[in-house]
C-alpha cells in the first residue's frame, strides 16, 4: 500500500494488525527525529525487509524497525540499546578540520543495505566526516541527507553529490524540514519491484 500523507499514514496505523499498531508511534516522528514526509518517503521507495544503515539513532529508528531491519551508528551511549536495532558504537574523534564517528569502530559494518540515512552525529558536532570516509560505505544505494535545510548539511549533500558526479533532489517537509537524497530508486525499478513482489 503506498502512503501520500499523513492521513494515508494514520489510515495505515488503522489497517495494521493490533499486534503492530500497539507498536507504532507517530510522535516518534519529527523534532529530533525524521520528519513524517521522511518516513513516508522510506516507506514507499524502500522494499520492506530490507536493511538500512542509519548514521545516527533515535526514536524514529523503532518505527523504521517495523519495516526494515535497521542498522544505527551511534556515538552517545544514552542513545544505545533502545531500540529494535543492531547498534554499531563510534565514539566522536576529532581529526582537526572536522569531528565524526572514529572510524577504527566502523569496521563492523553490514556488508548489504539498500539506503544509508545520514542523520547523525548531531549538528554542533557535525556530519561533513562523512564526506572524508565515504570509501567505508557502498555509494550505490540511495542516501538520505537529513536536515539540509541547515547550511552545513546542505553543503555535504551538494559535496558528496560533486564527488560521485551524481544527482540529488531535495524534498521540503511541512515542519520545515529538508532532505536531499543521491540514487533515487527510480519509477522503473519501484514497478519492477513490484512486479517481481
Ligand atoms: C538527529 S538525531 C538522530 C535521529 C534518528 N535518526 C531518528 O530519526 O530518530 C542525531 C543524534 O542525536 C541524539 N539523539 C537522538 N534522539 C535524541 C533526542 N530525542 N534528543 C536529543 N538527542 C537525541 C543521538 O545521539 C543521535 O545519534
Known sequence: MKIRNWLGLSLL???????????????ALGG???????FMYI???VEHGKNILELG?????QELAQYFT??????????????????IFAPIKNYGSYRWF????LNK????????????????????????HLNL????????FDDVQRGAELRLLKDVARKLKKPYKIHYCKDGKRFGVINAISKDKKIAALLLS
Open 70 to 87: 535497521m542498522y544505527s551508528i551511534e556515538h552517545n551511549k544514552i542513545w544505545l540499546d533502545k531500540y529494535e536495532t543492531t547498534y
Open 109 to 132: 559494518l553490514p556488508k548489504d543495505y539498500d539506503l544509508i540515512l545520514i542523520d547523525g552525529p548531531p549538528g554542533p558536532i557535525g556530519r561533513y566526516g562523512f564526506y572524508h
Open 43 to 45: 516507506y514507499n521507495t
Open 102 to 105: 572514529n572510524t577504527v569502530f
Open 137 to 144: 560505505f557502498n555509494t550505490n544505494v540511495t542516501m538520505i
Open 57 to 61: 539513532s533515535g526514536s524514529a529508528t
Open 13 to 27: 496505523l488503522l489497517l495494521t494488525p493490533l499486534s503492530k499498531a500497539k507498536l507504532f508511534n507517530p510522535n
Open 32 to 38: 529530533w527525529a525524521i520528519s513524517k514526509e521522511l
